[in-house]
C-alpha cells in the first residue's frame, strides 16, 4: 500500500489538526467575547441608571389612585423545548398621589406584561419619586438594577474569563 502524503487532510489517517474544526472553534470563541464585551455593557449601563435612579430620586409611600390597562401578550406554559403558549395579559399605567408632591397626580408605566394588574386602586406602594416637576414615579427598586446589573457584569467576566483560559491553555499542534 503506498504511502500518500496527503491522507491525513481527506480524513483517511489518524489526523490530530483539522484545519475547519480550528477556524470553528475560534469563530465560536469570537462570538462568546463579543457576548461577553455585549454582557459587560449592558451590566454598565444598568449600574448607571440604578445609580442615577438613587441619587435623583427620593423613597416615599405612594397611593395608587387610578389605573389605565392595555391588553398585551407574555409567554407562558413554556415546555421542555422552549415552546411557549402566548396568554392574554395586561401591561397597566398607574396614576399615583404622594405626599413630596402635594397630592400631584403621577403616572408610572408598568415596563413588563403580567397575568393581572400588580396594584389595585387604593393600594399604599413603596415607590421613588423624581422631582415633581418630572410628572413621573418609580415603582420598582433600584436594587432590582442593581441586581441586573451584576448578573450581567458577573456573567460577562465569567464567559471572558473560560474564554481566556480556553485560548491561552489550548493544545498547541504543529503541522
Known amino acids: 500500500m503506498a504511502d500518500d502524503g496527503d491522507a491525513f487532510y481527506r480524513g483517511k489517517g489518524p489526523s490530530v489538526y483539522d484545519p475547519d474544526e480550528s477556524s470553528r472553534k475560534e469563530a465560536a470563541l469570537n462570538c462568546c467575547f463579543v457576548f461577553a464585551i455585549f454582557l459587560v455593557l449592558i451590566g454598565t449601563w444598568q449600574t448607571v441608571r440604578a445609580r ?3 441619587i435623583s430620586t427620593t423613597r416615599e409611600h405612594c397611593t395608587i389612585v387610578g389605573r389605565d390597562d392595555t391588553n398585551c401578550y407574555y409567554d407562558c406554559a413554556c415546555d421542555t423545548d422552549n415552546v411557549c403558549l402566548q396568554c392574554p395579559g395586561v401591561e397597566s399605567t398607574y396614576s ?6 402635594d ?3 403621577l403616572l408610572s408605566k408598568a415596563t413588563q406584561c403580567l397575568p ?17 416637576d418630572e410628572g413621573t414615579v418609580y415603582l ?14 458577573a456573567l460577562g467576566g465569567l464567559i471572558t474569563c473560560f474564554g481566556l483560559v ?10
Not at 96 to 101: Q, R, V
Not at 166 to 175: A, L, R
Request: hydrophobic share 35%; glycine share 4%.
Open 103 to 105: 397630592d400631584a397626580e
Open 52 to 54: 442615577n435612579l438613587q
Open 96 to 101: 399615583i398621589n404622594t405626599e413630596k408632591c
Open 116 to 132: 393581572r394588574p400588580q396594584y389595585r386602586i387604593g393600594d399604599v406602594v413603596q415607590c421613588f419619586v423624581p422631582n415633581c
Open 140 to 153: 420598582g427598586s433600584p436594587n432590582q438594577d442593581y441586581f441586573a446589573a451584576m448578573l450581567c457584569l
Open 166 to 175: 480556553y485560548k491561552c491553555f489550548q493544545p498547541v499542534v504543529s503541522v
